[in-house]
């Protein structure tokens, strides 16, 4: 974790990540929680600021008529806490489209009316800030994961076609960046003002005299 200053408040972070995971895959979060003894925990900000999917592609028109081929790729990421949705980052793209024939008869994703688009990739970065009572299984000891934070990734390419006679084989893997940063009211320890330490003193040198004074009367 790293520690930034502050004037009224302080902030500490801490890191995650994964991938490649193939869709749809879930992953429980490896970043730590919040400690308690750094002080009062006001806000949590998670910060995806990559997420993104690499996606392998085919097609072959089957149709009897020449048909436009173009292939999408995406995923959509989301950050759940227990099954439930906090933040959906959707990732989306378009490949170049491909002029493909009649049916050519073989189906090997070549030819004249097949196509390998290869590795296509597309990326994007979404955020969200929890304060109040969303703060509480964010602190003490352990990770996010352990409390019930992960992120489910789930594929949603495509490959378009005017006449829908399609083979295709389509693979999709995702990856996420995540930084969350903690922001915290430091705990303060008081220290007493040189004042008070001098008042204090002298009530101790009294309070010695005082005694000596009993003991020479006795």
Do not use: W
Not at 118 to 127: E, M, P, S
């Amino acid at each position: 974790m790293a520690l930034a200053a502050g004037a009224n408040a302080d902030t500490v972070t801490t890191t995650d990540s994964f991938g490649l995971l193939t869709t749809n895959g879930v992953h429980a979060l490896s970043a730590i929680k919040f400690n308690p003894t750094q002080g009062t925990l006001t806000s949590a900000t998670f910060a995806f600021p990559t997420t993104s999917c690499k996606t392998l592609r085919e097609a072959e028109n089957l149709g009897g008529t020449a048909d436009t081929l173009t292939p999408t790729l995406g995923a959509r990421m989301f950050f759940r806490l227990s099954a439930v949705n906090l933040l959906t980052t959707v990732i989306t793209g378009t490949g170049a489209s491909f002029a493909a024939t009649a049916y050519d008869g073989v189906s090997d994703f070549a030819g004249t009316s097949g196509k390998d688009f290869g590795n296509l990739t597309a990326a994007n970065a979404g955020n969200i800030t929890l304060t109040g009572g969303s703060l509480a299984n964010l602190i003490g000891a352990g990770t996010l994961g352990s409390a019930g934070y992960d992120v489910l990734a789930v594929g949603t390419g495509t490959v378009g076609s005017d006449n829908g006679n399609l083979l295709t084989s389509i693979t999709t893997q995702a990856r996420y960046n995540l930084l969350v940063t903690y922001t915290f009211t430091p705990t303060v320890t008081q220290v007493p003002e040189p004042g008070s330490i001098a008042l204090f003193g002298l009530a101790l040198a009294g309070l010695a005299a005082v005694r000596r004074k009993a003991n020479k009367s006795a």
